[in-house]
T-cell receptor, first 116, second 114 residues
Framework: ETGVTQTPRHLVMGMTNKKSLKCEQH?????MYWYKQSAKKPLELMFV???????ENNSVPSRFSPECPNSSHLFLHLHTLQPEDSALYLC???????????????FGEGSWLTVV | GEDVEQSLFLSVREGDSSVINCTYT??????LYWYKQEPGAGLQLLTY?????DMKQDQRLTVLLNKKDKHLSLRIADTQTGDSAIYFC??????????????FGKGTKLSVIP
C-alpha cells in the first residue's frame, strides 16, 4: 500500500469509446504525475501537476486529456485511442513538484489499458 | 535530456549477492532512485542516494554512486526468491517551472534461482 490508489486496475476499451482513469493520493502531496509503461519503451512521463496546475505536458497526443481538480485527485480522460496506446498507466505523487531536495515520488499500482 | 542505461537481465542463485548497474548522462541529478516492480504491480520505491554521497546502506541494500563516471549500482545481499522483479534506476532532475521528473532506464529483470 503506497498511498496512491488507481482505478480501474484493468480497462478494455474500443477505439471509439470515452473512458477515464482515476488516481487518488492519501499522502498529503502537492504534485501528481501520469506515466506510461509499454513493452517497447522505458517508462515515459506524460503529465505533471503541481498544486493543481499543469507544469509538464511531454508532447502527449490530445486524445489523452488530464484533469486535476485538487491536489489529491488526478484523472486521465481517454478518447478515440489507438491500439498502440495499450499500456500500463501509472499515477504517482510527490510532496512538491519543484526543487528536488529529496522529493520522493510514490507510484500507484497502475491501470492496465487495452485498446481493441 | 537524460539517458539511462541498464543491463536487461541478471540471474543469481539464492543466497548470493546481486549487483545491478546503471549509467546515466545528466550530471545535474541531485537524487538518484531505485525502484522495484513485481509482475503486474506498480513501482515500489526501494532507496535513493544524494549525489554528494558515495555510498548508502539500508539493510540488505547498498547503493554505490560514482558521480565522476555517472555510474550507479544497487547491491542486494543474501538475495531471496522474493527479490525476483524488475529494478529501475531513475535519476531525478528539476526541469524548471515546478516540474520535478524522473528518467527511467528500461529496467533490469532479476531472476533468483532457488
Amino acid at each position: 500500500e503506497t498511498g496512491v490508489t488507481q482505478t480501474p486496475r484493468h480497462l478494455v476499451m474500443g477505439m471509439t469509446n470515452k473512458k477515464s482513469l482515476k488516481c487518488e493520493q492519501h499522502l498529503g502531496h502537492n504534485a501528481m504525475y501520469w506515466y506510461k509503461q509499454s513493452a517497447k519503451k522505458p517508462l515515459e512521463l506524460m503529465f505533471v501537476y503541481n498544486f493543481k496546475e499543469q507544469t509538464e505536458n511531454n508532447s502527449v497526443p490530445s486524445r489523452f486529456s488530464p484533469e486535476c481538480p485538487n491536489s489529491s485527485h488526478l484523472f486521465l480522460h481517454l478518447h478515440t485511442l489507438q491500439p498502440e496506446d495499450s499500456a500500463l498507466y501509472l499515477c504517482a505523487s510527490s510532496p512538491f513538484g519543484g526543487s528536488d531536495s529529496g522529493n520522493t515520488i510514490y507510484f500507484g499500482e497502475g491501470s492496465w489499458l487495452t485498446v481493441v | 535530456g537524460e539517458d539511462v542505461e541498464q543491463s536487461l537481465f541478471l540471474s543469481v542463485r539464492e543466497g548470493d549477492s546481486s549487483v545491478i548497474n546503471c549509467t546515466y548522462t545528466d550530471s545535474s541529478s541531485t537524487y538518484l532512485y531505485w525502484y522495484k516492480q513485481e509482475p503486474g504491480a506498480g513501482l515500489q520505491l526501494l532507496t535513493y542516494i544524494f549525489s554528494n554521497m558515495d555510498m548508502k546502506q539500508d539493510q540488505r541494500l547498498t547503493v554505490l554512486l560514482n558521480k565522476k563516471d555517472k555510474h550507479l549500482s544497487l547491491r542486494i545481499a543474501d538475495t531471496q526468491t522474493g527479490d525476483s522483479a524488475i529494478y529501475f534506476c531513475a535519476p531525478g532532475w528539476d526541469s524548471g517551472a515546478g516540474s520535478y521528473q524522473l528518467t527511467f532506464g528500461k529496467g533490469t529483470k532479476l531472476s533468483v534461482i532457488p
